[in-house]
């Protein structure tokens, strides 16, 4: 993995000879603020990852309000979304 900056007002060939590649192109201002990254969690220091990591260990960022990890539907519901309104989706009955 590679990463390069480039200038938004310059033109950009990539040549990757032939070969199959991937491309992820961001973009954004500098935030002028150190960057501490571990998995998922992005903070500013590594104190601030080690408590965020901390918070989701003990609470999975506000916890499972059930009594068991296991699902909450048989299997025999099928897909579906249940969006905050109630409403609720499914795919087969669009």
Request: aromatic residues 8%.
């Amino acid at each position: 993995r590679s990463a390069i900056e480039v200038r938004a007002d310059a033109a950009l060939t990539l040549d990757n000879h032939g070969a199959a590649g991937e491309l992820l192109m961001l973009q954004g201002r500098p935030i002028g603020e150190p960057v501490a990254q571990q998995g998922p969690f992005v903070m500013t220091t590594r104190a601030e990852l080690r408590d965020a990591f901390r918070d989701y260990q003990r609470t999975r960022f506000g916890g499972w309000p059930w009594p068991s990890p296991e699902p909450t539907h048989p299997p025999t519901e099928g897909r579906f979304a249940r969006y905050a309104d109630g409403r609720i989706e499914r795919p087969d009955r669009a």
